[in-house]
């Protein structure tokens, strides 16, 4: 026979007092004890909930992002594949390893241009499937880098805010999915289509 205490206005003292969990039932009274092992369940559970589901993250998250986007003035489409794995509990990272492939859009004669993250501040890039060079990648020089290959690979209408917010969407993509620029985020370029895991 288990013991758990009554509720003290039904056993008609102002005092608990043993009573068997069948008599309870039986009379259709709660028992405290009954009530606390519910109360414990739910807060039990709340406390796993909110460990587990806050940021989604206890673990890394590794990420895959392909964006694209068009660059109407200067002629070309981007399209960025980046990866990497996101630390528990950020949003970005700055690990994260990149390539990015430039096309001619319209009617011009410029080359396609391959763009690949490397070590140390640097960029390997390859115009046409010729041989590959290194460039300098870095916050400072990124943006005349990328203007100096395009030129290289016969683009020559290029547009400066295009240009920037190239590069941009280029390192918000090798950030992560948070950072990546959406469909309208962004200014000069249009987002043709983001998709990431």
């Known amino acids: ?31 405290p004890g009954q009530n606390l092992s519910h109360f414990g369940t739910v807060v039990l559970m709340a406390l796993l909930a909110i460990s587990l589901g806050g940021c989604n993250q206890v673990l890394p998250q590794p990420f895959a992002t392909r964006a694209t986007y068009d660059a109407p003035k200067s002629g070309f489409r981007i399209v960025i594949d980046a990866s990497g794995v996101i630390a528990p509990g950020a949003d970005v990272t700055d690990d994260g390893v990149w390539t990015a492939e430039v096309s001619p859009i319209g009617s011009t004669n410029a080359k396609t241009v391959n763009i690949q993250s490397a070590p140390n501040t640097s960029a390997t890039v390859v115009v046409d499937a010729q041989d590959s060079m290194s460039v300098d990648w870095n916050s400072r020089n990124s943006e005349a880098s990328f203007r100096q290959v395009l030129e290289l690979a016969g683009y020559t209408n290029l547009s400066d805010a295009e240009m920037g917010e190239a590069v941009r969407a280029i390192e918000c993509a090798n950030s992560g999915p948070k950072a990546t620029l959406l469909p309208g985020q962004t200014t000069s370029l249009t987002a043709v289509q983001v998709n990431y895991d």
């Open 1 to 31: 026979m288990h013991f758990i205490f009554c509720n003290a206005e039904h056993c008609g003292s102002s005092f608990p007092i043993k009573a068997d969990r069948k008599r309870c039932k039986r009379e259709r009274v709660t028992c």
